[in-house]
């Protein structure tokens, strides 16, 4: 699974790096570290919403606050 956060100035302004940050340790504590890989990108062009996300293709829109959500929704959902 791959999971792409955007680094754009517009999102790293709304916590692009507290995002990745947190994905990192859900990660961890649940070691997925083989199935999941983090990749950063450039402006997706959706800049008006939260930071993107990009899992499998499906844009996602985060904020700092609801990234463990959209983890054990989208994400560990997804796996199983
Ligand atoms: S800076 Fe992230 S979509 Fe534009």
Do not use: A, W
């Amino acid at each position: 699974m791959f999971i792409t956060i955007c680094v754009g100035s517009s999102c790293h302004l709304k916590g692009s790096r507290q995002i990745i940050e947190s994905l990192e340790s859900l990660i961890k504590e649940h070691h997925l570290e083989d199935d999941i890989e983090l990749n950063g990108s450039f402006c997706m062009g959706e800049c008006m919403k939260g930071v993107c996300v990009t899992m499998n293709g499906t844009l996602y829109s985060l904020k700092p606050d609801n990234v463990e959500e959209f983890f054990n929704k989208e994400v560990l959902g997804g796996l199983r």
